[in-house]
């Protein structure tokens, strides 16, 4: 066994057996502690809950990589997957904590009807289930480079270890183990990033140093066949960047698995305070993948500009056992680099290897090596444990008990929740080991569908009284079938041909389209039709005050 | 099933002899006050949220890389490091003003009560 080896078993035994022992600790007994962890997650921990729910392999793994090669475009991924927390915070959030219950298609079942749960139920059950095979690949990925394991071991003993947790401790345990994989995650990030930094610049904060070597890199990147690093729109059309970011702020402040996640707060300020802390630690890592992205950039290029091909750095030797770096047939010294298998340059990197090969790059020591493979196993499993509880809540909470059983005690109701999470890990072991091949794209789907399905139907249900059952379940199903289509008909996914984008408009950006088609739509058939009936006026009316009025001293409230 | 209306939490601090609240109180003209407040805030942080993130960040981010700042085009730096820390900062002015609202108009929360639901 190497150095590196050897660590990374120590971090991730270690880490493995934190998440299970605070599983043991957390169990619970009732249904409200399985769906919502009894609403008694103090604020900062659920902010630090909220961050590493978030914060996929995507985030961890892929996302520097992606920006080193998007380069200026890979804002819309910065951007993109923090703005939508204003959105969360400013006008979701403390309004569903307000109503109070346990699931997002429960929420739009009250204030609409129980057609519109079982849309979004499916809806949620659709976008999770493309997100969790995602996680599960990602810590497969981990596994095979780190530990030299097969890749159906690794997905088996990832998804066993988040199964127990989260069987055993449902929200209550899945919360209080992101507490602690937050930490894993965010100490794994920042280290080798500042070592890096300290390194190429001598300033150790990458946040404000990775700005000196903008030049140099614009400079390589150019000589290598690459785009200037600080070029706007030299990936994708402004317009395109515009949508993208727009669509995937929209769909998180819309994706399940975030919004449930403050439910579990004890107050509504509770809810606005971890939307805070937890777009911070957020933060932490999105301010700092970017000068992670740089930073490894210049350093592989450097370290492979001008080089022949028998005399690279040990590192691609390393990778390319995982086939995700190839030197290309017939390249005798590297002279260009690509992300693209197409492209033809002399090297082929793939986005998911940059961040956790950062530290073999840069020549760190093993331990960070070890250090950061283990966070990336937390980034996976906080993710997909979320994930999991949205699909197995949704299923018995939202459709079986709904729509098969409704009588039932609380005893029958949590059991049904444990074996519906017990069947969800199943089905993401499976599509871990046997990832359908268009899973890279159908992460699209969930951020579109999100984003012009559940955005459109929860903000109106909260500001505007007068939207009805009628025109929430059209602007659902319209919203749905208009980003649906555009994307089946641009993305070769379903055998079908990529035809051309229409007006520059990528796949990824059509949900900011869908969305406004659903509030369109929404806004004309509620118009059109008869209003709701006064108890759910009434309810939208309770949702907007925190709590009862107070007596207050007479002149003191219009002040 | 029960809707959780906020008439019907108990509030720890308040003697049980008080006449209680009605169910519907004839004056509810606090809470169009109260609305209206909280809608001009959202408003206004929102329209922050989108110049900074969807304006310097994108439409307008070719003239600002003309500036550098620490070896940073500022249109890049804002693309990739100023939006979100606004972000941040704009959920914390929301968090803060929101507390001052609620005591304002009195639909405060005590922090205990919510944990034993």
Redesign the interface.
Known sequence: MSQIQIWTLVFIVGSFAVYLYIAWRSRVKET?GFYVA???IPTIANGAAVAADWMSAASFISMAGL?AFLG?D??IY??GW??G??LL???IA?YLRK??KFTVPEFVG?RYSETVRTIAAVAAIIISFTYVVGQMRGGGIVFSRFLKLDVTQGVILAAVIIGLYAVLGGMKGITWTQVAQYTVLIVAYLIPAFAVAQQMTGIPIP??S??????ELNAISVEMGLNQY?E??AARP?ID??LV??ALMIGTAGLPHVIVRFYTT?????A??S??WA??FI?LL??TA?AVGAFTKLNLLQDVNGVSADALPSWIENWAATGLVTVSDGATTINTVSNSPTSGADLIVNNDILVLASPEIAGLPAPIVGLVAAGGMAAAMSTAAGLLLVISSSFSHDLYFRRVKRDSTDKQRLLAGRIAMGLAVLIAIYAGINPPAFVAQVVAFAFGLAASTFFPAIVLGIFWKRCNATGAAAGMVSGLVFTATYMIYTLPVFGTAANPHIFDISPEGIGTIGAIVNFVVTIVVSKMTAPPPD?IV??V??I?????????TAG???? | ?T?????K?T?G??PPT?AP?PAS?PDN???K???SR?LRL?VI??AV?FVV??GF???L??PL?NIV?????L???F???G???V??V???V??KM??RL?N??????Q?T???G?
């Open positions: 409200a009894g609403q008694g920006i200026s890979g804002t910065l951007m923090t703005g927390y204003v915070a400013l006008l403390p109503w109070g009250d946040q404000v990775f700005g000196q070597i903008l030049d600080t706007a729109f402004q960047v515009f970011t727009m004890k107050t509504v300020r509770g606005r305070y939307a805070f777009l911070f933060a999105y301010t970017p108890e009434e309810m009316e309770s907007r005050y925190p709590a009862t009025r107070r007596e207050v003191t409230a219009a002040d | 099933m809707e959780v209306t906020p008439d939490e509030r601090g308040e008080a609240p109180p003209g606090w809470r006050e109260y609305w909280n959202m942080l929102l949220w993130s969807f960040g994108i439409l981010v070719e890389n700042i620490a070896g940073f085009p249109g890049f730096w693309a990739q490091q939006s979100i820390y972000f941040v704009l959920i914390f929301y968090a929101m507390d609620d304002q108009f009195g639909v405060d929360e922090e009560e919510g944990a639901k």
